[in-house]
């Protein structure tokens, strides 16, 4: 079945340094690939996509790289600030509109 | 502009009762999305709609569980027969045309199941 997981479940970094987030996904048929970041109490954000026919896309201070060749996915954050300790997700989809989460990270950043 | 709402916040019910869970999605959006989040954990698929029909009802837990949406607007999730197990945030999402494109989500229902 359909997995989408995640390597580390907790990321602590400091304030200013960059952080990188992994997720593996099983769906060899995915094609369209998403971070969200959830902060406590509210629903989840959407913060940037890419679908399958790219390896890199750039958006403000976030760059998500896919490596099809092994199934996976990472979200990098640069020069992280406090405001951006959440849990985050990725998510996938196939062909359609069925998204299947990952478990999250969560990600502390110290001060 | 308006985003994602749902109604109500906070429910707790006794095990046994129905509930209903609403969602008012972005005006204009046509996709419509339901998840589920136990404490901790990830979102759970349950069901989308594009309009009003929902083609992939494939990720609703059981047959206590269902969903309308009527005028392509507001949806209601229905739990009937609630179970302790079903204590969990419920969320809901839409997009503006579906496949392939961000979803918006609001802030969610958290429901405890006595």
């Known amino acids: 079945g359909e997995s989408v997981g995640l390597h580390l479940p907790t990321l602590s970094v400091q304030e200013g340094d960059n952080s990188i987030i992994n997720c593996a996904y099983s769906n060899s048929a995915s094609d369209y690939f998403i971070w969200y970041k959830q902060e406590s109490g509210k629903g989840p954000q959407f913060i940037i996509d890419i679908r399958s026919n790219m390896d890199k896309r750039q958006g403000q201070r976030v760059t998500v790289l896919l490596n099809k060749t092994v199934k996976h996915l990472s979200l990098q954050i640069a020069a992280t600030q406090p405001g951006d300790s959440a849990v985050y997700f990725c998510a996938d989809q196939e062909g359609g509109f069925k998204t299947i989460f990952g478990a999250g990270t969560r990600l502390f950043v110290k001060a | 502009g308006a985003g994602v709402s749902q109604s109500p916040s906070n429910k707790v019910t006794e095990k046994g009762k129905d509930v209903e869970l609403r969602c008012d999605p972005i005006s204009g959006h046509t996709a419509l999305y339901w998840y589920r989040q136990s404490l901790g954990q990830g979102l759970e698929f349950l069901i989308y709609f594009q309009g009003n029909s929902a083609p992939d009802k494939s990720g609703l837990p059981s047959d206590r569980f269902s969903a309308e949406r009527t005028g392509g607007s507001v949806s209601t999730l229905t739990i009937q027969r609630t179970q302790q197990e079903d204590s969990a945030v419920y969320l809901c999402?839409?997009?503006?045309?579906?496949?392939?494109?961000?979803?918006?989500f609001g802030p969610g229902t958290r429901l405890t199941v006595l």
């Open positions: 999402a839409s997009s503006l045309q579906g496949a392939s494109n961000e979803q918006f």
